[in-house]
């Protein structure tokens, strides 16, 4: 269940980024600009690294309570 929430909550979280990009008008200020820049490009980057920090803390949060000793 764990994965699941993960996954929906990334998912949310690039498609939010998403939707706010382009309500912005980000990709058209860029152009305008003459920056050549492709936001699906950029937003997959996005998605690579938080997914890879979110396994981390999903592995850490795991592995943690149980390397460690009882704090009394």
Do not use: E, Y
Request: charged share 5%; proline share 3%.
């Amino acid at each position: 269940m764990r994965i699941v929430l993960f996954l929906l909550t990334n998912l949310a979280i690039i498609l939010v980024a998403s939707v706010t990009l382009s309500l912005l008008g980000v990709g058209s200020t860029l152009q305008a600009n003459g920056v050549d820049l492709d936001l699906g490009n950029l937003l997959i980057i996005c998605a690579v690294f938080g997914f890879m920090g979110s396994f981390v803390s999903l592995l850490l949060s795991s592995s943690w309570p149980n390397a460690l000793p009882a704090c009394k």
